[in-house]
């Protein structure tokens, strides 16, 4: 058994549509969560281009992009499982709100967000389908955004044995609140650790806060980073403990 599992939670800033910067601050955020020893780090919804609705059709991913290939090398080179966010190609008129998983041996898997905010629908379809995936001996249920705030999607994680919930997403400052809450309350009512993942840059007209935080079983808040600025919160977690903590990462962002 995996005694200890050691999650990057990553604050990286986004350009509207820019592919090259957003993957090159990606690929930082990835080596230095690596060297901190994660074996797992985390993205917000739609990190790779920003939240940007309006050209999310234009900028979907298909599974033979180049860019799918850039983050699966990264993940086999730093032996790190890479989840990141994009829009994800369909055979309809309309892309989904989707989630790229790498893996150090070489597979590339895809979730797409099931559960829509009101307008989303406008410009994306949902998924269908729930994604797990496993850590050693962890089970882990990716949520995107407004999943968690259907309480089903997380049910459901339970009934397939989830043993961490991690959260992507896209939260304002104004809406954090109301936000912890209901993924305290995932944490409390199903005994499982909750994790958040947010955007720390402005993105689709939205305001963000970062505040990467983790829950622990109890849903008692244990860690966060408590700003917005680029770095990584590190969750450690044992079969005892779990514990976090913020680490700054300067980046370029004159680029």
Request: overall charge negative; aromatic content about 8%; hydrophobic content about 35%.
């Amino acid at each position: 058994m995996q005694p200890i599992l050691t999650i990057a939670l990553s604050q990286c800033p986004v350009t509207r549509g820019g592919f090259q910067s957003n993957l090159d601050h990606h690929l930082t955020h990835i080596e230095h969560s690596a060297f901190l020893g994660a074996q797992l780090i985390v993205f917000p919804e739609l990190s790779l281009t920003g939240y940007e609705l309006d050209i999310a059709n234009e900028n979907a991913l298909k599974p033979s992009d180049r860019i799918f290939k850039d983050l699966s090398k990264a993940s086999k080179n730093n032996d790190i499982i890479v989840i990141a966010g994009c829009p994800l190609a369909t055979q309809s008129s309309k892309p989904q709100i989707g989630a790229v998983i790498c893996f150090p041996c070489g597979n590339i898997e895809f979730y797409s967000k099931q559960y829509l905010h009101d307008g989303e629908e406008q410009y994306c379809l949902p998924g269908e389908k729930d994604y797990q995936f496993t850590i050693g001996e962890h089970k882990i249920a990716l949520a995107v955004c407004a999943d968690f705030s259907e309480p089903e999607h997380s049910k459901r994680a339970i009934k397939k044995a989830a043993d961490v919930y991690i959260a992507s997403a896209l939260i304002s400052p104004s809406g954090y609140q109301h936000d912890a809450e209901i993924l305290s309350n995932i944490a409390f009512r199903h005994q499982i650790p909750t994790l958040l993942c947010n955007h720390i840059s402005t993105t689709g007209g939205w305001e963000t806060c970062g505040n990467n935080s983790i829950w622990d079983l109890n849903g008692k808040l244990i860690a966060s980073s408590d700003n917005n600025q680029p770095g990584v919160l590190l969750c450690t977690m044992s079969e005892v403990s779990i514990s976090g903590q913020f680490y700054p990462l300067t980046l370029d962002t004159t680029a």
